[in-house]
């Protein structure tokens, strides 16, 4: 009997919710909206989310630079369009961020110059010494014809250069001596970039080379594994470098700058009005991020400067002549990489700054 009371009592409960659903339907109420949308499907409901995948910090130029892009991105496309931000290599690090963009895992990387020579040798011309003098010649660089001929070798590598996003000229540092003549880099063993350029760069200066991804750099310095190694002076302040290594020659030997690229595919999926927003967004982006590079560097140097962060001393023009001396075979050995019409677009950038006395 308890039995049959149950299944009277189930089915009074039916009864009653199709009771409920018809009293709503005559009464011309409407049940809750659809459900929410999943950012996940890119370009769903007219919603399109691009992963941005970085290996710096927030704080540094390209951090910087990131955020700015997703926010001008976000306010252009009103919503339409989101750019999700992986800095700190916290999806890919350098040997693996490009790999991830050719297979879409994420849709835009902004690595290193010297990254991208990995995979194409031609990019490492943008890592020989003393090619681009002053910031001016840098912009050149970017804006005219040797930034036109990097960008258009992308594309048969499944990627679409988008910028050129400046970091700043190099410096070198060291753990136990001053860096200053050739001669004093001998012996010593140097955390570089993956490239073939700047590889022969510091063992023509008798040392030896590592190649260690940028957020194992610092416990590399604190532990010995390398005694110095070239970098940006935003990027040695942001990481605190200057605690694990005592010395910095203010060099300005080359330039750290990075090529924003997207998948190539993913960007021709994009309709013509979200390029356009993506080609403005990137456009206000660059002028205003390779500015303040360049004033985020100034600071961050005056700052090393009067705390006294590290012992630094300024390259002289003498000891800059002698290291010039030393790295002008690079020249040849890049050519041979990049090929004879690149190369001479950087001589002629680099002669004509040259002979403007580095204005």
Known sequence: MGKWRFKLWGGGLLLAAAAVLTVFWLGGYKLPGPLPVDDEQTGFSGRHVIKFSYVVAENTPKGLAAQRFADLVEEKSGGKVQVQLFPNGTLYT????????????????????????????????????????????????????????????????????????????????????????????????????????????????????????????????????????????????????????????VSNHAYLGYAVVMNLSFWESLPSDVQGIIQEAMRETTGWANESAREMSRKELAEMRSGRLMSIIDLGEAERREWMDLWEPLYGQAEKLAGRELMDAVRRLRSKYESQGGE
């Not at 690595?111 to 910031?135: G, K």
């Open 94 to 249: 350098e040997p693996d961020e490009q790999a991830a963009l050719a297979r879409g895992d994420v849709q835009m990387i902004a690595p290193a110059f010297s990254n991208l020579s990995t995979r194409m040798p031609e990019w490492s011309v943008m890592d020989l010494p003393f090619a681009f003098p002053t910031e001016k010649a840098v912009e050149e660089a970017f804006g005219g014809e040797v930034g036109s001929m990097l960008f258009k070798r992308l594309e048969s590598r499944g990627m679409i250069g988008l910028a050129f996003w400046g970091n700043g000229f190099k410096q070198m540092t060291a753990s136990d001596r001053p860096l200053e003549h050739p001669q004093d880099f001998r012996g010593l063993k140097f955390r570089i970039l993956p490239s073939p350029i700047i590889d022969a760069q510091f063992r023509s200066l008798g040392a030896v080379t590592a190649d260690i991804p940028f957020n194992s750099v610092y416990k590399a310095f604190e532990s010995g594994t390398v005694d110095g190694g070239e970098n940006t002076i935003t990027n040695i302040y942001s990481k605190k470098f200057y605690q694990v290594q005592n010395y910095m020659t």
